[in-house]
T-cell receptor, first 114, second 110 residues
Framework: DTEVTQTPKHLVMGMTNKKSLKCEQH?????MYWYKQKAKKPPELMFV???????INESVPSRFSPECPNSSLLNLHLHALQPEDSALYLC?????????????FGPGTRLTVT | GENVEQHPSTLSVQEGDSAVIKCTYS??????FPWYKQELGKRPQLIID?????GEKKDQRIAVTLNKTAKHFSLHITETQPEDSAVYFC?????????FGKGTRLSVIA
């Protein structure tokens, strides 16, 4: 099974709201990622968790807050977002943080900030 | 850090023809090169990958070649079909997260 799941599929939120995106994998992967993807662009790395510890933060604004409760789950907490944060948010996982491992993406959450 | 260049940005082919997408990378230590296909509104889907210890890999109608000396790798799709229409991303990595190319929009014209 190479499936990464994400909820919700779609999210519309106001700039004063607080919401969370959720990601889950049961492949035993120990690295999990958050990406942001704008239309016609490649995925843009936001955060990397390796063995449940935050290993990379690509200078993401603090209105995005990641959390890794256990090796299978990854959350992205959102608050005080801006309209320019509207995008497809993709979760991904791989066997480890380093090495030539396959990386699989979830279906994404389409986020619209109004 | 790693930098990946991908060409062309758009590609149109007639159904049944072959399509080739090329990528170059900058870090000679990179050892893993996947290709992703992304259909409109869907996730990037891993379709084939190659590691630096091999020069070519094939899976039915798709193949990837790697030239480590020249630091480039290519995706080859033969006998293209309308369902091959999508955006294709190449990527490269060693010990860091994947670095993606900017993508190629492939259109297969029936």
């Amino acid at each position: 099974d190479t499936e990464v799941t994400q909820t919700p599929k779609h999210l519309v939120m106001g700039m004063t709201n607080k919401k969370s995106l959720k990601c889950e994998q049961h492949m035993g992967h120990r690295a999990m990622y958050w990406y942001k993807q704008k239309a016609k662009k490649p995925p843009e790395l936001m955060f990397v968790y390796s063995y449940e510890k935050l290993s990379i933060n690509e200078s993401v604004p603090s209105r995005f807050s990641p959390e890794c409760p256990n090796s299978s789950l990854l959350n992205l907490h959102l608050h005080a977002l801006q309209p320019e944060d509207s995008a497809l948010y993709l979760c991904a996982s791989s066997q480890g943080g380093r090495g030539p491992y396959e990386q699989y993406f979830g279906p994404g959450t389409r986020l619209t900030v109004t | 850090g790693e930098n990946v260049e991908q060409h062309p940005s758009t590609l149109s082919v007639q159904e049944g023809d072959s399509a080739v997408i090329k990528c170059t990378y900058s870090d000679s230590a990179s050892n893993y090169f996947p290709w992703y296909k992304q259909e409109l509104g869907k996730r990037p889907q891993l379709i084939i990958d190659i590691r630096s210890n091999v020069g070519e890999k094939k899976d039915q109608r798709i193949a990837v070649t790697l030239n480590k000396t020249a630091k480039h790798f290519s995706l080859h799709i033969t006998e293209t079909q309308p369902e091959d229409s999508a955006v294709y991303f190449c990527a490269a990595r060693r010990d860091t997260p994947l670095v993606f190319g900017k993508g190629t929009r492939l259109s297969v014209i029936a």
